[in-house]
């Protein structure tokens, strides 16, 4: 782990764990907090690097998906991940932008910026109205994170 830390400094690896899919922001304030930042700062990192690949997902993610789609050997696992994202993000259908703000909100897997991104492009939500409805439901769930964070530092 220390050669890790002595080629990347913590913040950097805080920013790239928030950048990938699954771990998010949900596992990078608290690795952030492991790493000695304090909760506040580790927040605002595992935001700015959640928020990283969005506007790629929400400009590019449908084109090559149907791209993708062509293609006899990547049709069934785009399906596969197109219909599980809109079975999970039914109330994102219903409610447009404020259904995906509360949809990254939620802290649990599956619920951040990369299934909100997917959602948000499958379901043809503009970018201007997805980008910052994503933003202000990270921003919420980054905030929750990073409470859970400070009480179990303090604790």
């Given at each position: ?9 913590k913040?950097i ?7 990938m ?12 907090v ?11 990192l595992?935001?700015?690097?959640s ?7 929400l400009l590019l ?30 109330q ?10 509360l949809f990254?909100a ?20 503009r ?13 919420i769930?980054?905030?929750?994170i990073?409470?859970i964070s ?6």
């Amino acid at each position: 782990m220390n050669q890790i830390l002595d080629f990347f400094s913590k913040e950097i690896m805080v920013l790239l764990v928030a950048a990938m899919p699954v771990m998010e922001l949900r596992g990078a304030i608290p690795i952030g907090v492991s790493l000695g930042l304090s909760p506040i700062h580790a927040a605002i990192l595992g935001l700015l690097g959640s928020m990283i690949p969005v506007p790629f997902l929400l400009l590019l993610l449908k084109p090559v998906f149907e791209k993708l789609r062509k293609n006899p050997h990547w049709r069934k696992s785009i399906d596969w991940i197109t219909k599980r994202t809109l079975r999970k993000t039914k109330q994102v259908h219903k409610y447009k932008s404020l259904g995906l703000l509360l949809f990254v909100a939620v802290p649990l897997p599956s619920t951040g910026v990369w299934t909100g991104s997917i959602a948000a492009s499958l379901l043809n939500i503009r970018f201007k109205h997805a980008f910052l409805a994503i933003f202000i439901g990270n921003c919420i769930a980054a905030f929750i994170i990073m409470m859970i964070s400070h009480v179990a530092v303090n604790f």
